[in-house]
């Protein structure tokens, strides 16, 4: 399919994104988020990770409703994650997605991140589990980050690629993997030597900031996220990889809002809160890169294509105007800081076609 974008423009008119990877949380904090991922994504993969983890048909049935319920655009839909553990049952995974309940599976290694701790151990203990999504053609989404504290944390990527990553695809080989939100250079070399079958997710932090950045002047928590950013030439093969036109490199923003608390704090939350003005982050680094044309694959196309889905059908409207961002949004009785937070972006999101 080829790009409607042409390379300078001021307006771009393009098929409706989705986002491959989105953390909309429950209760006040879902329906705060969720207008800012449905006015610009046609769909989301909305994460499992909540303090009650998704690892039933019932509670993603449940939570989809809840998300169905907080989100007033027409035209959104979210599409569900079952949260593996040690003991998931491979047949509620294989109903959930036959009953087009669940669409992927997310593992999270115990203790990687925010609600991880009910993840998985010993990858061993899920061989049912992707022995059935192989055969059902379920994607595998993966948060690649070995635990070991003995291992440095701008290491963890590299190293759950060498330890598991390489396993898993070896023992699995048709199985369906998205790499989410890489940050290496080695994760983006791996996707690309690997099948077809193995894919990657980029949000938009990991391509504007390097590690660097967050001590810069003082320690910044608002950028502080997991993965971490990584060094200079990290950040540098991520954008080759977002601009590439490789349909193995997709959109997904891992937006992870946390209130202004538990970011500022002696024990802050990892998450960077991205989804407000997601498109126009994207759409800033595509066009420093001389990329814009390249957008709609990125954002539009390659997602759909490895999920087996139809792009959609819709059109967004990104328009060449300053968006200044506010330095923090109003978020229930407390206040969420956003990327990008006081900055101007340099275009803006106008709306549906
Ligand atoms: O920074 C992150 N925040 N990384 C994750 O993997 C989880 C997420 C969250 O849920 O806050
Ligand atoms: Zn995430």
């Known amino acids: 399919m080829k790009s409607t974008i042409k390379k300078t423009v001021d307006r771009i008119v393009m098929r409706r994104p989705d986002d491959w990877h989105v953390h909309m949380r429950d209760g006040d904090m879902l329906s705060r988020v969720v207008g800012y991922t449905a006015k610009q994504f046609g769909r989301a993969i909305i994460m499992p990770n909540l303090a009650v983890p998704i690892t039933t048909v019932a509670l993603a049935r449940d939570y989809r409703i809840r998300i169905n319920a907080a989100v007033s655009e027409q035209n959104f839909t979210p599409l569900m994650t079952c949260y593996l553990t040690d003991t998931v049952d491979a047949g509620e995974i294989e109903q959930g997605f036959k009953s087009d309940v669940f669409t992927a599976c997310k593992l999270y290694p115990a203790n990687a991140t925010t609600n991880s701790s009910h993840g998985v151990t010993d990858i061993n203990n899920i061989t049912s589990a992707l022995e059935v999504m192989q055969r059902i053609g379920m994607p595998l989404l993966v948060h690649g980050e070995v635990t070991d504290s003995d291992v440095d944390i701008f290491d963890r990527e590299a190293v759950f690629i060498d330890q598991i990553m390489t396993k898993i695809i ?33 949000t938009p932090h990991h391509l504007v900031y390097n590690r660097s950045a967050i001590f810069k002047g003082g320690i910044n928590p608002h ?7 990584k060094r200079e030439r990290h950040r540098l093969a991520l954008r080759r990889a977002a601009i590439s036109g490789s349909p193995k490199f997709f959109l997904g923003t891992d937006s992870a809002p946390h209130t202004i608390e538990n970011k500022q704090s002696a024990c802050g939350c990892a998450g960077v809160f991205n989804a407000p003005y997601a498109m126009e982050s994207y759409a800033q680094t595509f066009e420093e890169e001389n990329a814009l044309h390249k957008l709609e694959g990125f954002a539009s196309q390659f997602g759909p294509q490895f999920y087996g889905l139809e792009p959609n059908t819709q059109k967004i409207v990104l328009e060449r105007a300053n968006t200044v961002v506010p330095a923090m949004l109003d978020i229930m009785d407390t206040q ?18």
């Open 170 to 202: 070896v023992d699995f080989p048709a199985l369906k993997i998205v790499f989410e939100h890489i940050t290496t250079k080695e994760a983006v070399d791996f996707v690309k030597v690997s099948g077809s079958n193995i894919a990657a997710t980029i």
């Open 223 to 229: 950028l502080y996220c997991l993965p971490i950013a």
């Open 336 to 353: 969420i800081v956003p990327f990008h937070a006081g900055e101007t972006l340099g275009w803006k999101l106008a709306g549906l076609a």
